[in-house]
């Protein structure tokens, strides 16, 4: 351990910008849902779902991920998951978050687009009014699947674009360049939404550069294969591009086959904007003040650091600069 412990970082002001909803949904609500929706899961018990979730890749993880989802049938399933989720983030004190939902994993099972984004959406409105945790809503597009199937998506979202602020791309990243997209995020930005999208978490920096010029995104999720594109590194740099880390979620899926192995430190001393995030809690071993945790132990980040990289997620957050300020003041007077 560093000069930090969990106390300071748990109550350190943070900021999340790169949480999958579904990746939220902890066993317990898991389990309770199915219940509810008489849902049959293949596990009986904590102990097989922990035994479950092993993996070592990306699809290993995902094929566990879309099959949890399968407990989400009704609106009230989508509010329960997001409110779970930011009773989380008040307890770690984290201030503003811009979550991801997959819209595909559910349509695709006949759940009605609106169903899913009404849950969501109902809950994120009373996290703010509740608890005082403001968020921005992000659709991502399941990459394994047809742009095609992702056009229809976007079509579906138009009704409730006062409730989305941007467009993402996710799921098996390896044969599926964001260049596939370009059509449909071209679509996405002139109906007024920003972009992000997964790029260089197990494909090649080559897929960091198309997702920056193909689909001009304003923040890149993952990109820790940035590193080995030292033209690419001094772009990000440049540019003030930043990228979503997500430790524990790397470590998990075997990017790195340790903590003490990951280049997040480095970037940040390098100059790169990065930015310390969960990706999907309930299956990684952690939400946002485990990640930092993770850092301080094996990597020895230094208070800081830690206070770097929450600067870094407000600055690269979707929010007014008068917000940003604010989120700022109260970062610069922690101690
Ligand atoms: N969907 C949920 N988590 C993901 C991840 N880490 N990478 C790609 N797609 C995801
Ligand atoms: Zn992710």
């Not at 949480?19 to 898991?30: A, W």
């Not at 590193?227 to 590194?233: E, G, I, M, N, W």
């Not at 003490?260 to 904007?273: A, D, Y």
């Not at 930015?275 to 850092?295: C, H, I, K």
Request: with cysteine; aromatic share 8%; glycine share 4%.
């Amino acid at each position: 351990m560093s000069e930090i412990n969990f106390d300071w970082l748990n109550k350190l002001p943070k900021v999340e910008l790169h949480l999958h909803l579904e990746g939220s949904l902890e066993p317990q609500l898991m389990f309770a849902l199915a219940k509810r929706n008489s849902v049959d899961l293949p596990y009986k018990s904590l102990e097989q779902v922990q035994e479950a979730y092993q993996f070592n890749n990306l699809q290993d993880f995902l094929n566990i991920y879309y099959q949890g989802a399968e407990v989400l049938l009704l609106e009230q399933d989508f509010y329960d998951l997001t409110w779970a989720y930011l009773s989380k983030c008040q307890q770690q004190n984290v201030l503003h978050v811009e979550p991801f939902f997959d819209p595909q994993t559910h349509t695709a099972r006949g759940i009605d687009f609106s169903t899913v984004i009404n849950g969501i959406n109902r809950a994120l409105v009373d996290g703010e009014s509740k608890l005082g945790i403001s968020s921005e809503l992000i659709l991502c597009f399941l990459r394994h699947l047809s742009e095609d199937d992702a056009l229809i998506t976007l079509q579906q979202a138009v009704p409730y674009l006062d409730k989305l602020k941007a467009v993402g791309l996710d799921s098996s990243e390896k044969g599926h360049p964001p260049e596939k997209f370009s059509r449909v995020f071209a679509k996405a930005r002139e109906l007024g939404l920003l972009t992000v999208a997964h790029a260089g978490e197990e494909g090649p920096a080559e897929y960091i550069w198309t997702a920056l010029n193909d689909l001009q995104v304003s923040r890149v999720d993952h990109g820790v294969s940035a590193t080995s594109d030292q033209a690419l590194l001094a772009h990000l740099i440049t540019t003030g591009m930043p990228l979503t880390i997500c430790p524990l979620s790397n470590t998990k899926l075997k990017v790195f086959s340790d903590m003490s192995e990951h280049t997040v430190l480095e970037m940040l001393e390098l100059g790169v904007c990065v930015t310390v995030n969960s990706d999907d809690p309930a299956y990684f071993g952690g939400y946002m003040t485990e990640n930092f945790v993770a850092l301080a132990d094996s990597l020895a980040m230094t208070k800081a650091q830690a206070k770097q990289l929450v600067s870094n997620s407000i600055k690269s957050s979707f929010i007014s600069l008068e917000s940003k300020d604010k989120l700022q003041q109260i970062l610069a007077d922690y101690i």
